[in-house]
Structure formats: C-alpha cells, structure tokens
C-alpha cells in the first residue's frame, strides 16, 4: 500500500470515473422520462469504436467525440421507434441493443485494431493548475473530464429549473395523465432516448480515445451496466449520480493502482473482481428512492 | 394515417406466424448487411442456413447442430420461466462458467481413479455451482429489493474473472507444460460426455435439454407453477391476491433457471469442449436470452429457436472460413433477429387500421 501515490489515486479516480459519469446522466434522463433502456453498453460500444474511427480518420479529437455522440444516438434510436412506436418490450429491446450493439462495435471496428489514435491535450488552467494537491487532481485533465460534470449541472438545471424539464418528469412519472394534459408522450420519449445515447457515445469515446486510448473489441467490459446500476443507486438524481460515479471510480483505480504496486499477494483476477462487487455491495446497503412511476411501461394512447 | 388498435387478447395466429416473418425479415436485412460488406448476399445466406444441414461438409456440420442448440435449449428453458413471471435473469452466463468450473473441480478432484460415481458427482456440482450463483442476485432481490437484472449482469464478470483465475491457477493442468488450460476431461473416461449415439452429436446434455422441454411444457400447461409463473407475468396484484409469494418465485424460478445453466456448463466441459479454458465459454448464456424471446418463451418455439439459432453459430463459422465473412456480422445478424422479433411482435397485440381517425 505504501508505493501508492494518494495524488495520482485521486486523479486517475477522476479520469476512471467520466466514462460512467456520462453514460448514467444519458440514462438517468431517458429513466425520468420513463423509459428503462438496458441498451446503455451496446451504445457505449458503439460510441467507443464510432469516436476512434472519426477521430483517427480526421486526426481531431472532438470531431471523434461528436461522431461518437451522433452514432450512439442513431443506434439509440433503433431502440426509441421500437419501443415507443412498435411498443415492443424495454428490457427484452434493451438487451436486444446492447447484443446488437457489440457485434455492430467489432464489425466497424475490424480494420482499426492495434492502430494509434490522436492525442486528447490536456486543458489548461493557469494557476488552478498550480494549487498544491489539489492541482493534479483535480485541474490537470482533459477538457471531457468537465464537460461531462457541465452536463450534469446542465440536466440537473433543465429538470428542476424549467418547464420542459417538468413535462419530461410528468411524462416519466404519469405518462397517461401527461398524455391527457396535452403533452407529446412519445417525442418527449424519443428527444430523451437520443440523449441518453449520445451521452452514453461520449462515454464510450472517452474510452476508446482518453482512457485506454486505442480500440479493443468488447473494450466497455460493463461500464454501461455499472452506469445503470449507478442511476439506480443516485435515486434518479443528478447529485448524487456524480457521487455514485466517484465511488465506483475509486473502486476501479485502486484495484489498478494495487495492481501497478505488486506490493500485495492478490492474484490480478481477483482484483478485477472489485469494481463489480462493489456495484453490487452498493446496490444492496443504499436502498434506492423511489424510481418515476411510469418506469418501463410501455404508452398507447388509446389504453 | 395508420391507426393502432389494441386487440381484446393477444392473436394466436400471429403469436405463431412472427417468428416466421422475423426470420425472414432478418434473412432480406442480412442479406443487405452483406452485400454491403462486399460478399454475394445470396451465397452467404446459403451458406449460413443451407449448407451446414445440405451442403458439402454437412456429415461434419450436422452432429454440431445438436451441440450448440443443447446448451442454448437448456439455458432459454429456464430463462423462459422467469422471464414470464417478470423475473429477469441476465446472468446466465456467469451460471455456466459456475457450473462448469464446480463441475471440472469436482472431475478433477476424484482424477485419475475409474469409477462410475465421477459423472453423476459433476451433474450434481455443475447444477448446484450455477444454482447457487444464481441464488446470489435472488438472495438480494428478496431480502433488500435489489435489482437482478444489474446484479445477474455483474455477477457475469465476476464469473470471468473467477473461470481466468481456476484455468490459469488451481485446476490449471499440471502436466501441461505451462500452458493455462485444465486437463482434458472429455479424455478421462469416467468423465467424459460422450455421444450417446457416435456421430450425431447427441449427448447427455442434448438428451437432458430435450426432456427440459418435455417437462418445461408440461410444468406450464399442467403444473401449479406454471399457473403461477403466468399469474405473476400478467398481473403481479393479482397474483399476490391469489396467494403466490413473490419472493419464493423469485428464488425457485432463479434457482431452476441457474441449476439448468449450470448443467449445460457441465455437459460443455466434460464432453464438446473437454477443457476448462480463459475464453472457454462462448457466450451461450446471452445467446440463450435471443432464444428464449424467439421461442416465444414457449418450451417447443425454444426448442426451434435453439436450433436455428445453432444453424446460425455454425453456418456463421462455415461462411467466415469459406467466405471470409467477419464473426461479428454473425452477432449482428443475431440482434437483428431479435429486433424484428420484438417489431413484428406490435402485429400481435395491435391491430392496424389504414384511413382516418373516427371520432369517438
């Protein structure tokens, strides 16, 4: 334990947890409008190999994270007309995304194996970046790290702060009282889905591009489950969703971190182990509050 | 303007005629897939659906449609049961890889000694090593209200991680140069599981998975489970009213869809597989969740489902080595197949109106 430096702990928990970060502020607002979409890996996914192959094909980084966002939210709409215009079943459509969405990730991805990607520069912060301690830690990343904590800022204003939030929270809580006050159940459903895909794109090109930073099949292993166990765990709200992300974070980097340091007898598989323990340990002490009542339930007009 | 209407009860005819239509819908939307891909849309549909049963190598193919469907027919068959009940097990996978690890362990353990109680020993461990993963997700489900479908999920990792650590560490074979692997159970006589009847790829798992069906049908149609397991899908209040307690089907639809994925680790492990490898599992677990919803969650649609479904394993590896097609446009294919499942499934609860909207 003693070879682990608590600065660059602390800062790789930041990066660690941005990917999730993202992936569950998407899902937590397509949840609050109602919508359960399991899809969240697949899309990550697909994001991650979406965002590699445009970064790497015009040397830019961002135009990578905007190709991510839009292909995400293409493939998230696959699963928004089945649900929302074909009524089909969310958890079995769900599921259904994430398969489709790992063979889609692996195809796109054949030629890109093995092959470099640009560079995400850090941002820089004068004197912020000075502070002792908190410098490093906080305010030496890549400019995603505070986009994504932007967007939560952003949602947590658009759903406590203005009307259309309100209309997205009554559609998720009451689709059918919603419906009859006037409001457009299935386009407030749609905009949400495509929202909560473009997000978990981002997320999935922080990973193909900052974290790993190359493409790898199969590379989210889970990251799109651990940010729907997360939305769980904040009680649908934006808050504590940056929390639940730290935790998970945390538990990540120090199992890596104990990893690097060799320092304990822990065969690396068990390491691994941990961050998906954790979920569940976490999931299982925090009870979640109430999850908006028209969770998963598939809206018809005429019923 | 197209008008929905919801039927008075679901259309039996249409409960039926969707797979057929899914199917064929996937096979014109695949077909566009590959001739995106450069490849002959038509020779690669042959390949995948017609050569494996027909085509040259077919005497080679044939056998390994009843050891790929085996396994996906047994793991959906105790999906389909919760997955009626509202009950989401997604964690098939992790109770494969349990129960064959809990299996090979136990095999291991009694090596090289020839007795008859070798085999039964590992069906036993294989059933209890996935039941009792499954009783994890179950467990918390009851007692705290956690969620199974994330628990079961993760659970899966946890399993990968657990299945690296045994084929690399305590069941790693010692006299294997090194190499991470156990040893070759299909090898050890008193272990192995072997086809019943040589050259058709039928062993116990496959004669288990057909008599899974069998029973599967008759505990729905027949059995109080089955009364229950539909009560609690179709209204869990009424359900409650009725005197079944949510949290025991939790537990015995759980544990049964556990117990039987499992045994198709075991019989994976001791017979087509033979070792306990890193990648040694191949993701029947998921698989199995396509066939389940293509079955209709009925024990004999699961029965077709897991066959095509194994067509399309086998004509999908066939149409890689002949036509280089990539396996991950297999996947897709599979997806793509659940997802006109699920759209064409609208025509069964719905019916469409074409003309305008009557006032009413």
New interface residues.
């Given amino acids: 334990m003693s070879n682990i430096d608590p600065i660059l702990l602390l800062s790789a928990i930041i990066i660690v947890s941005t990917p999730i970060l993202l992936a569950a502020i998407g899902e937590l607002v397509v949840e609050r409008a109602g919508v359960l979409n399991?899809g969240v890996e697949g899309m990550m996914i697909t994001g991650a190999v979406c965002g590699f192959i445009a970064a790497t094909s015009t040397g830019s980084p961002w135009l990578g994270f905007a190709g991510a966002a839009l292909g995400a939210a293409l493939l998230s709409m696959?699963f928004g007309v089945?649900t929302q215009l074909?009524?089909?079943?969310q958890?079995?459509?769900g599921?259904?995304?994430t398969?489709?969405?790992?063979?889609?990730?692996?195809?796109l991805g054949?030629g890109y194996i093995g092959v470099k990607g640009p560079v995400v520069p850090d941002l820089y912060l004068p004197v912020l970046r000075d502070i002792p301690f908190l410098g490093p830690v906080l305010f030496r990343h890549d400019a995603m790290v505070y986009i994504a904590l932007f967007i939560v800022l952003g949602v947590w204003l658009f759903l406590n702060r203005t009307r259309s939030g309100r209309v997205l929270r009554a559609v998720g809580e009451n689709h059918d009282a919603a419906h009859a006050l006037g409001y457009k159940v299935v386009r407030v459903r749609l905009l949400a889905i495509a929202f909560g895909g473009a997000c978990a794109g981002l997320g999935g090109a922080y990973l193909s591009l900052v974290r790993v930073p190359q493409w790898t099949?199969g590379m989210t292993?889970?990251a799109g489950?651990?940010a729907?166990?997360i939305v769980?765990f904040a009680s649908w709200r934006p808050g504590r969703l940056v929390l639940g992300a730290w935790l998970f974070g945390g538990a990540t980097a120090l199992q890596l971190a104990l990893q690097a340091s060799g320092g304990v007898q822990i065969?690396i598989?068990?390491l691994?182990?941990a961050p998906?323990?954790a979920?569940?340990l976490v999931?299982?002490i925090l009870?979640?509050g109430r999850a908006p009542g028209s969770l998963g339930r598939s809206f018809?007009a005429?019923? | 303007m197209i008008r929905l209407d919801r039927r008075p009860e679901p259309s039996r005819a249409w409960t039926i005629a969707t797979p057929f239509v899914a199917v064929a819908l996937t096979m014109v939307a695949g077909g566009l897939m590959f001739a995106l891909l450069g490849k002959d849309p038509v020779e690669a549909i042959r390949t995948i659906f017609w050569d494996p049963l027909f085509g040259d190598f077919a005497s080679y193919s044939r056998p390994q449609l009843l050891v790929k469907a085996g396994p996906l027919i047994l793991i959906a068959i105790g999906l389909s049961l919760g997955f009626r009940a509202g009950i989401w097990n997604i964690g098939a996978e992790g109770q494969y890889i349990l129960g064959a690890i809990c299996a090979a362990a136990t095999g291991l353990a009694i090596y090289p000694a020839e007795t008859w109680i070798v085999f039964p020993a590992m069906i036993v461990a294989g059933a209890l090593g996935g039941l009792l993963w499954a009783m994890i997700p179950a467990l918390l489900k009851v007692r705290f209200g956690t969620n199974e479908v994330l628990v079961s999920l993760m659970l899966v990792y946890v399993a990968e991680a657990l299945l690296a650590s045994m084929s690399l560490g305590l069941l790693r074979n010692p006299e294997g140069m090194g190499f991470p692997g156990s040893r070759n159970l299909a090898q050890y006589p008193s272990a192995a599981n072997l086809d019943l009847i040589p050259g058709t790829g039928l062993h116990w798992g496959v004669a288990l998975a057909f008599a899974a069906v069998i029973v599967g049908q008759v505990v729905m149609t027949r059995h109080q489970l089955g009364f229950r397991v539909r009560l609690a899908g179709q209204s869990p209040r009424a359900a409650v009213f009725g005197g079944v307690n949510p949290g025991w089907l939790v537990v015995v639809c759980m544990g049964i869809s556990g117990g039987l994925a499992g045994l198709a680790g075991m019989f994976e492990v001791a017979g087509p597989a033979g070792r306990l490898s890193i990648d040694f599992n191949v993701g029947y677990g998921f698989t199995a969740i396509i066939v389940a919803f293509l079955g209709r969650l009925n024990p004999i649609g699961i029965l077709l489902a897991g066959l095509l479904m194994a067509l399309t394993y086998i004509g999908g590896e066939l149409a890689q080595l002949q036509m280089n097609l990539p396996l991950a446009a297999i996947q897709m294919f599979q997806g793509m197949l659940l997802f006109f499942l699920l759209a064409v499934d609208l025509l069964t609860n719905f019916s469409i109106r074409f003309g305008r909207r009557v006032a009413a």
């Fill in positions: 399991l696959v089945l074909f009524l089909s079943n958890v079995a459509t599921l259904a995304l398969l489709f969405g790992l063979g889609l990730s692996a195809l054949q099949e292993a889970g489950w651990i729907l166990a769980v065969p598989e068990y691994q182990m998906y323990l979920t569940i999931l299982v009870r979640a018809h005429s019923s």
